[in-house]
């Protein structure tokens, strides 16, 4: 049974429709990679499986929940779905620790002790573990962002979802964060990643979706999407980009 | 000099009822200042109009009106009947409210929308994601311009003199006519509302250090 169902999803902003008719289906475990131009409704459409963008219409279904009944409880469905921003979004006046461990104390009634506990392990996973302490003013963009991922695996997600996660960083600090990434696809995490790392999505995305003008074009394979496009909106995407 | 040092304890005794109406009623101010500010922000109508109303009514009236309205006004209905110092406190308190309530909604505003994002997107509800993220953060920002405010309302409470209220000017002024000292009692006066502004100040730039986000 897929985690993830899209059916029918549309979303307008005002008069401006940017998704229309989009139809997916996520498997548990599986790595997609949504690519697309700017533009392009992509990190619409991802916003839309956590409802951070309200749905207009159509029906998505997340692990189990029709967060589109507006009877759910949408903040019970958020705690099983991480979220990476592009702009890291970390709490500037709570130090890395704290980032991490508010969500599992304040909405998982955690104990402190436990939080912390857990928190230092996933820094250790992200390589960061000696900046615990520090706050995010201190930290390069990368280490922001592998904070960030961090924070959304404490609340211990069946889902991430990742908006562009490398876009505003520093071409060094790019690889960094698609490593533990990739460590995170690895070990099995549901994972779905607006991107313009095409590197990424041939290498660890299971299959890739790309998108234009509010509508999913084409999706198939990795190898089959980048060598083999079957839409002309596809190859002229793909010849810009690689 | 002699008629300073004379003087002087009994202009504290009245400095004691300048803070002491200063303190409570800037409290709460800030109090109604948050509840408005919120209301301005919700996402229904009839909230954001209470607040609007309020906060023009009181920025677009004299505070001695404000005072002359609650004293007098509303102890002329009958229907309770406030002493000098409560009429006091609550005109001091709904007017620093009105002031503070912008202050709060310009400050709540300039956190970037990510940060909501980032608390709702991890499960926080909307109440959880302004007491942990948004307002820690608009705090910070707002405290130089509640420092601002909670000074001018310090200075307002010296017009509750005119209402009978024993605090720092009206025992300047009884001293005054007493004395027939008005240049020193007066100064005097000035001094030791000058002291403690800049006290305040002191302790706000002190605070103002101590949470600064690193």
């Known amino acids: 049974m897929s985690i993830i169902t899209v059916k029918n999803l549309s979303k307008s902003f005002g008069k401006l429709e940017v998704l229309k008719d989009i139809n997916a289906e996520i498997q548990e475990k599986e790595v997609i990679c949504v690519i697309g131009p700017s533009g392009s409704g992509k990190s619409t459409f991802l916003r839309c499986l956590n409802r951070l963008e309200e749905i207009s219409g159509g029906e998505v279904v997340i692990n189990g929940h029709n967060i589109t009944d507006p009877k759910i409880n949408i903040n019970k469905v958020r705690q099983e779905v991480g979220m990476v921003f592009q702009q890291f979004n970390l709490f500037p006046h709570k130090t890395v620790l704290e980032n991490i461990t508010l969500g599992p104390v304040k909405i998982l009634s955690m104990d402190k002790g436990?939080?912390?506990?857990?928190?230092?392990?996933?820094?250790?996973?992200?390589?960061?573990?000696?900046?615990?302490?520090?706050?995010?003013?201190?930290?390069?963009?990368?280490?922001k962002q592998r904070v960030a991922i961090a924070r959304a695996l404490a609340m211990n997600p069946k889902i991430m979802l990742f908006d562009e996660p490398t876009s505003a960083l520093d071409p060094e600090?790019?690889?960094?964060?698609?490593?533990?990434?990739?460590?995170?696809?690895?070990?099995?995490?549901?994972?779905?990643?607006?991107?313009?790392?095409?590197?990424?999505?041939r290498e660890v995305g299971d299959r890739v979706i790309f998108m234009d003008g509010g509508y999913i074009v084409e999706e198939n394979k990795p190898n089959e999407i980048f060598s083999n496009p079957q839409h002309e909106r596809t190859k002229a995407f793909l010849s810009k980009v690689l | 000099m002699d008629v300073i040092t004379a003087?002087?304890?009994?202009?504290l005794k009245g400095l004691q009822v300048t803070l002491y109406i200063f303190v409570i009623?800037?409290?709460?101010?800030?109090?109604?200042?948050?509840?408005?500010?919120?209301?301005?922000?919700?996402?229904?109508?009839?909230?954001?109009?209470?607040?609007?109303?309020?906060?023009?009514?009181?920025?677009?009236?004299?505070?001695?009106?404000?005072?002359?309205?609650i004293y007098f006004g509303v102890n002329?209905?009958?229907?309770?009947?406030?002493?000098?110092?409560?009429?006091?406190?609550?005109?001091?308190?709904?007017?620093?409210?009105a002031y503070f309530a912008e202050i709060i909604r310009a400050g709540i505003q300039s956190i970037d929308k990510g940060q909501t994002e980032a608390a709702r997107s991890i499960g926080f509800t909307g109440a959880q994601t302004m007491r942990y993220v948004v307002l820690p953060q608009a705090f910070r920002r707002m405290l130089p311009t509640i420092t601002n405010q909670s000074i001018i309302s310090l200075k307002d409470t010296s017009l509750l003199s005119v209402i009978g209220i024993a605090d720092l000017t009206q025992q300047g002024q009884i001293q005054a006519s007493a004395t027939f000292e008005a240049f020193k009692i007066w100064l005097a006066v000035g001094v030791?509302?000058?002291?403690?502004?800049?006290?305040?100040?002191?302790?706000?730039?002190?605070?103002?250090?101590r949470i600064q986000v690193r």
């Open chain 2, 192 to 209: 030791i509302y000058f002291i403690i502004i800049y006290l305040l100040t002191l302790l706000a730039n002190f605070v103002e250090r």
């Open chain 2, 25 to 69: 009623a800037i409290i709460l101010g800030f109090l109604i200042g948050l509840v408005i500010a919120l209301f301005r922000l919700a996402p229904i109508k009839l909230l954001n109009w209470i607040a609007k109303v309020y906060v023009d009514a009181i920025r677009g009236t004299p505070f001695i009106v404000q005072l002359f309205f």
């Open chain 1, 173 to 201: 600090m790019v690889g960094d964060v698609l490593e533990v990434m990739k460590q995170l696809a690895k070990e099995g995490m549901t994972m779905v990643v607006v991107t313009h790392e095409m590197g990424f999505a």
């Open chain 1, 114 to 143: 436990t939080a912390e506990k857990k928190a230092l392990e996933l820094l250790n996973k992200v390589g960061l573990k000696e900046k615990a302490h520090s706050y995010p003013g201190e930290l390069s963009g990368g280490q």
């Open chain 2, 76 to 97: 002329s209905l009958h229907l309770i009947s406030l002493n000098s110092t409560t009429a006091g406190i609550i005109t001091v308190a709904i007017n620093a409210g």
């Open chain 2, 7 to 11: 003087s002087i304890p009994i202009l």
